[in-house]
Each structure stands twice: as C-alpha cells, then as structure tokens.
C-alpha cells in the first residue's frame, strides 16, 4: 500500500477566527493546532478521537470552495438542530436508500453531507 491515511483537508475560509468559531460551536469539533504560520494560522481542527482533520485555510482567497465533504454523525437529527440554531440552512435529514442523510453550507460556502452513523 502506497498511501495509508488521509491526515489532512484543506477547507477554504475568508475569516479564520469566524471559522474556528463556526467548526466548534456549531459542529462541535475540536482544535488540533492552532500555530503561527507565514500566511495566517495552521489551524486544524477534528471530530474528538478522529485521526484526519480540517486545515482552515484564509491563504488561497482565489480557491473555490469545496462541495461533498462527509461527514458521521450518530444522530444527523440533533446535529441539524444544532446547525440550525447557529443559523444554518441544514437540509434534512432525509432518509435515502443508503442511509440518513444532512446537508449543509458552512459560513463560506463548504459544503458538507452528514450521513448517520
């Protein structure tokens, strides 16, 4: 095997500190590192537990954002309320023939599936 994980997914952001607020507060995640860095911060952040994370990068303002990233959630419900009251347009959930599903737009326009655990 060539490649064993996948450690590391850029996520596009105008607004670092906006997003950190956004990943935490609304989904729940947690830091993994928030360090100087020559461009802004290398900020990371994961599901608790999880060993890949998301790189909150504000040093590509020319990438467009990213669509279909999937997320697991034991209960795709509560989350949709949760994102809901942090003013998301949370889409869902639906039940479809593989399963529950959410969709959702982070503040930058990410775009993010939630399928149930």
């Given at each position: 095997m060539l490649v064993s994980h996948i450690i590391t997914v850029t996520v596009p952001v105008s607004d670092q500190d906006r997003a950190l607020a956004f990943y935490t507060g609304?989904?729940?995640?947690?830091?993994?590192?928030?360090?100087?860095?020559?461009?802004?911060?290398?900020?990371?952040?994961?599901?608790?537990?999880?060993?890949?994370?998301?790189?909150?990068?504000?040093?590509?303002?020319?990438?467009?954002?990213?669509?279909?990233?999937?997320?697991?959630?034991?209960?795709?419900?509560?989350?949709?309320d949760r994102l809901r009251e942090h003013g998301v347009d949370a889409q869902g959930p639906t039940d479809e023939p593989w399963g529950r599903q959410?969709?959702?737009?982070?503040?930058?326009?990410?775009g993010f599936v939630v399928t149930e655990e």
């Amino acid at each position: 095997m060539l490649v064993s994980h996948i450690i590391t997914v850029t996520v596009p952001v105008s607004d670092q500190d906006r997003a950190l607020a956004f990943y935490t507060g609304a989904l729940g995640l947690e830091v993994r590192t928030d360090n100087p860095f020559p461009m802004g911060r290398w900020l990371t952040v994961a599901p608790k537990g999880a060993q890949s994370t998301l790189l909150l990068a504000s040093w590509f303002p020319d990438m467009a954002p990213i669509d279909g990233l999937v997320l697991s959630s034991p209960d795709a419900g509560a989350l949709a309320d949760r994102l809901r009251e942090h003013g998301v347009d949370a889409q869902g959930p639906t039940d479809e023939p593989w399963g529950r599903q959410l969709l959702f737009k982070d503040p930058f326009g990410n775009g993010f599936v939630v399928t149930e655990e």
